[in-house]
């Protein structure tokens, strides 16, 4: 054998061997969907529901809590993530008992609490729309870091709003476990939330 041939026949055995060696390295495969962000702070959230009552996240401990941003005036994206999750909810069965959704305003201006009320309840009964103004709400998006930005339109009420819509998912204790893009089939919304579940 030559020496050529025996030194490349030397380096590909080490490179066999370093590919086998990262894959048992490797981190195991997640079981989520999602982005696992656990171990990343939310300090909380406190806002009103329609009926004019104050909400945290502290008053769903035991259950997932589902934090979607939106407002009802959206032509497209929160309709869409809406009817995802209320399908995702009909697919964990009784399951869904144990999964609260918040529907969070980034327009309270025309979002009234009997609007926010008809619009999210459209989607699931069991859904609860918060609304917030001024710095209640500028708190909400500074902790979450979502993105808002409100566009002009011809009229003063016919302005436009940009946000983020990616969704937030906290567990039982409170902890912010999973963050799930818009257009999340709800098929793999409900596998995440089953596996939170199940935890």
């Not at 930005?149 to 009229?155: A, K, L, V």
């Not at 016919?158 to 946000?163: A, F, K, M, N, R």
């Amino acid at each position: 054998m030559s020496t050529i041939r025996a030194s490349l026949l030397a380096a590909l055995a080490a490179l066999l061997l370093a590919t086998a060696a990262c894959d048992k390295l490797s981190a195991p495969r997640s079981p989520f969907h999602g982005t696992d962000v656990t171990g990343l702070e939310v300090p909380g959230l406190q806002l009103t529901d329609p009926a004019g009552q104050p909400r945290s996240l502290a008053e769903f401990r035991n259950k997932l809590v589902v934090v979607i941003f939106g407002f009802t005036q959206c032509p497209d994206v929160c309709p869409t993530t809406l009817r995802d999750y209320a399908d995702a909810m009909k697919a964990l069965g009784k399951d869904a008992s144990q999964v609260q959704v918040l529907f969070v305003t980034v327009d309270p201006k025309r979002d009234t609490a009997e609007l926010l009320r008809q619009y999210v309840g459209a989607f699931d009964p069991r859904f609860i729309g918060l609304r917030g103004e001024g710095d209640a709400l500028a708190r909400v998006v500074k902790d979450f870091h979502i993105y808002v930005d409100t566009h002009p339109g011809r009229t003063p009420d016919s302005y436009t709003v940009d946000h983020s819509s990616q969704v937030f998912i906290f567990d039982r204790a409170g902890k912010l476990r999973l963050m799930i893009n818009a257009g999340t089939p709800s098929a793999d919304i409900a596998s995440d939330l089953r596996v939170l579940l199940d935890n």
